[in-house]
């Protein structure tokens, strides 16, 4: 398990189609964290998991954005009806709990809505 | 107001000179990171410090845990050293659901 990857790296789409991503954390890490990052900025915060459970959601992900984490191992990202406003990076990142060790974040999938 | 606050925002230096990027935080850690991020790359973690200073080559990270401060030092900057980074912190238990707060970075260009 050489880190965290995610799936695709590049998405194009039009308005108002559906996409989703994937992200496979590392293999022991508990954690799983969803980022949205656009440009000049650091990640926004979207979503986490412990495990399967989704413990907290940011108000940034609105009714259209959906993740789950089925078995606690990888997670995927749904966006449906994708607006213009979703074009960003999303991030995936995982981490154990319980120590202060940082967040190890995969390559990201560049979102661009047409 | 951002829990975490990085200055400068941008910066431009030549090759060679002593670079600082500063982070200032403003609610409770258990530890703060230095990320770095190229261009059109993914984020990898530089440096994790709960207290006092760490080296790895010509990058130096020190922390300031009552003033709630940090610097990430480059000596003897270098091009390959142009991209953003990013100081974030772990919040201090029971505050861990979100468990890490970012700044906004510091886009760094070392002009050779």
């Known amino acids: 398990d050489t880190g965290v990857s995610q799936d695709p790296r590049h998405k194009i789409t039009k308005r108002g189609q559906n996409v989703t991503f994937r992200c496979d954390p590392i293999?022991?890490?508990?954690?799983l964290y969803w980022y949205r990052q656009t440009l000049g900025q650091g990640p926004e915060f979207l979503t986490y998991?412990?495990?399967?459970?989704?413990?907290?959601k940011s108000r940034l992900l609105s009714d259209r954005f959906s993740a789950e984490r089925p078995k606690g191992s990888f997670s995927t990202l749904e966006i449906q009806r994708t607006e213009q406003g979703d074009s960003a990076m999303y991030l995936c990142a995982s981490s154990l709990t319980g120590l202060a060790g940082g967040p190890t974040f995969g390559p990201g999938t560049r979102l661009t809505v047409l | 107001k951002n829990e975490v606050e990085q200055s400068p925002q941008n910066l431009t230096a030549q090759e060679g000179e002593f670079i600082t990027i500063n982070c200032s935080y403003s609610v409770g850690i258990s530890a703060l990171h230095w990320l770095q991020q190229h261009p059109g790359g993914g984020i990898v973690s530089l440096f994790m410090l709960s207290s006092g200073k760490k080296k790895h080559g010509r990058l130096i990270a020190t922390i300031n845990i009552q003033e709630k401060h940090s610097s990430l030092h480059i000596t003897a900057s270098h091009p390959r050293d142009s991209a953003v980074y990013i100081c974030a912190v772990s919040l201090t238990p029971p505050n861990t659901g979100n468990q890490f707060y970012f700044g906004t970075g510091t886009s760094l260009t070392v002009i050779p």
């Open positions: 998991f412990q495990n399967e459970a989704q413990l907290e």
């Open positions: 293999s022991e890490h508990n954690r």
